[in-house]
DNA sequence: ATCCAGTATTAGACATAATCTAATCACCGT
DNA sequence: ACGGTGATTAGATTATGTCTAATACTGGAT
């Protein structure tokens, strides 16, 4: 049988345990967010939380987007288009895979990053603290498309 | 000896093979890319162009910026904040180091990217075309800084 | 050299994403 | 209930990039 690995803590779960106020806008926030393999842009993010919490404010989305990417409990991506999108999946260490053509992007877990080195004489004196790998490409779609 | 690289050919003499046509204003942004580790954003290739050219307009960097990305003659990079920066060094391959909270880039050559595999089940039917490495850390000044 | 057709450039309007501001509101301990 | 801290809000503002329609330039044909 295929060993699945664990379910990760939900980002709900993990938000309970900090010390960090839990109100309703952020708990729709965060619910927004919830699930594997959702790259949202903050304007969905809003569309999300709204559908739940209809007063929700776009600038207290923004905030709180940018308080859980500075807790590190999602993961801010600068991507193909203009919006950023949000990537709640910070637990459990993966890269991401984009289309070069329509910008649509899964998570992936390649063989071989933690081979990756960065040479010494290369370090600039930099303090390293993680990689991003993104694998470009055409997705089916696109690639039919020409 | 430590075997050097040949100096790549430069981008305003990669541009001149190329059946484009070359006017002074793409000429004064090819000159105002030109370089290693140089990754400015439009806004500052407009500034370095306009040194050159003064009457050059904004949206004519746009265009060259785009078509120079779309030639494949110059990378273009989501980044830190919001505008994108344009990386003149599509030639030699290489990868990025970023500082996560000033946003300075560098260029490097990690060990290990050419065994970078993405296992068979997780292409999701995508035709590779290449993969983007960024080390993420704190450089110099901003650890010291905090 | 001149003309023409096609292409490049331009100023400024527009669109979009994100941030800022100042006012209001909610929660918590007393 | 009260006061203070911090969260939320609407709306204005900034930053970045794109679009449009008019004009200027380029390179080839003559």
Redesign the pocket.
Known sequence: MERRTPAPESLLGRLRRRD??L????RAVAEALDGAHVHL???AVHRRAAAR?P??????V???L?ELAALGEVREMGGE????RYDPNAVEPHHHLRCERCGALRDVHPHGTNRLRLPPGERYGFALRGVDVVFRGLCPDCARAG
């Open positions: 960090w106020t109100t309703a806008q952020r842009t903050a304007d919490l007063e929700i404010s776009r600038a207290t923004y905030n709180v940018r288009g203009r919006a950023k």
